[in-house]
């Protein structure tokens, strides 16, 4: 029997000398660490990039991702490397907190015409963004007519292009409650729809957090959960510092469940929870 189609490239074993020139790139451009341990994740993640393009040697890959040429499959391999695990109220101890003790008072003072902002500083596909508008939403049904806003923001384009679409499957949304779902999502035939309500409050944008942000104005609530874990110690310190500075007065911080600001970094954050930190207001930053 004849076969069609293309050959299937067979592709040469990545080498110690192509991980560190990949673990290179990732670090400078990413903040992300790679060990020499993970050569068979890079083997694995890769190969379809590398098949791609008709390539079999990874350090032709190296070389064609750092010319001029390669610059959006630069993109495309840091999309391919970059870890996307998330879940709609994952660690679900932060939007009880959120719920209960942080969106009241903000809620409060966006009644009164202030301008709030919450960001999820490492989005994914988008259930945390959503989740935040969720609890908010529950809180306060006329959001969109006031100035609160949530934004997500991610570096691998193509989880933000299913967070914009906002179609889960059943299995994503199996542990919601009846009454939720139906509240934020209609059923189609192609999977569960994140409702309008929802999509008026939330905005999607790429962002690499290891490198500018754009945005000018201070957030009330950051979510910057389960990403420092893949920095090295050095852009790890640089992220603390940022998102201290990104945070309005009197602002939280929600961290990863294995992640800690360290005792040494000079902070006025305070801890307030399980991996929930509180920047006190100005006056209270004097005093301390």
Known sequence: MTQTGHPRTELA???????????????EHTGIKVLPAQASMLQSRLGRRLRGLGMKQFHDYV???TSRQGEGELREMISALTTNVTNFFREKHHFDQLSAEVLPPLIERA???????????????????????????????EAKSLDIRVLGTDIDVQMLQIAREGIYSAEHIENMSPEMRNRYFQRRPDGFHI????????????????????MRGRFDVIMCRNVAIYFDLEAQGRLWRRLE??????????????????????????????TAYHLPGASQTRSL
């Open 63 to 65: 070389a064609y991702v």
């Open 245 to 274: 500075r990104a945070l309005a007065p009197e602002g939280w911080l929600f961290l990863g469940h294995s992640e800690r600001i360290p005792s040494e970094i000079p902070t006025a954050l305070r801890s307030a929870g399980v």
């Open 195 to 214: 409702s309008t309500a929802l999509r008026d409050i939330v905005t999607f944008r790429e962002l690499n957090l290891h490198q500018e942000w754009p």
């Open 13 to 27: 074993h990545i080498d110690a000398d192509d991980v560190a020139q990949i673990a290179r790139l990732l670090r």
């Open 111 to 141: 009644r009164q015409g202030a301008r709030i902002r919450l960001w999820s500083a490492a989005c994914s596909s988008g259930q945390e963004p959503y989740s935040m508008a969720m609890c908010l939403l529950d809180l306060l049904p």
